[in-house]
């Protein structure tokens, strides 16, 4: 990477920074209802990313155990289990069925 795409890099995560301070935020306080759904978007950012690679092997669609732990896992969340119980629940249903 050359100097100049760099700089340019880190002038442009400044000014995003800078307009969701100025822009964004204050239209977020004046709308709850706004503000509360954008603090969900880094955890669907987060669960969509999980998922595409849980699933997806280059442009394939690969379904295998590793779908049935991230279903295991999915619904302990949901169930409000404990991360550690949710890690190891999905860990031993995807061991499991790979070893069947």
């Known amino acids: 990477m050359t100097t100049l795409s760099i700089v340019l890099l880190a002038i442009g995560t400044w000014g995003q920074r800078l307009a969701g301070m100025f822009l964004v ?5 004046r709308r709850p209802l706004l503000a ?20 997806a092997d280059g ?7 590793r779908l049935a732990g991230m279903a295991v896992a999915g619904l302990l969340v949901w169930r409000k289990a404990p991360f550690i119980i949710v ?3 999905a860990a031993a249903t995807t061991a499991i069925l790979r070893a069947l």
């Open 59 to 65: 442009k394939s669609l690969v379904v295998d155990e």
């Open 87 to 89: 890690v190891i629940a």
């Open 36 to 55: 509360s759904a954008a603090n969900l978007i880094p955890a669907a950012v987060i669960s969509a990313v999980v998922i595409q690679l849980t699933v």
């Open 25 to 29: 935020g204050p239209a977020l306080e």
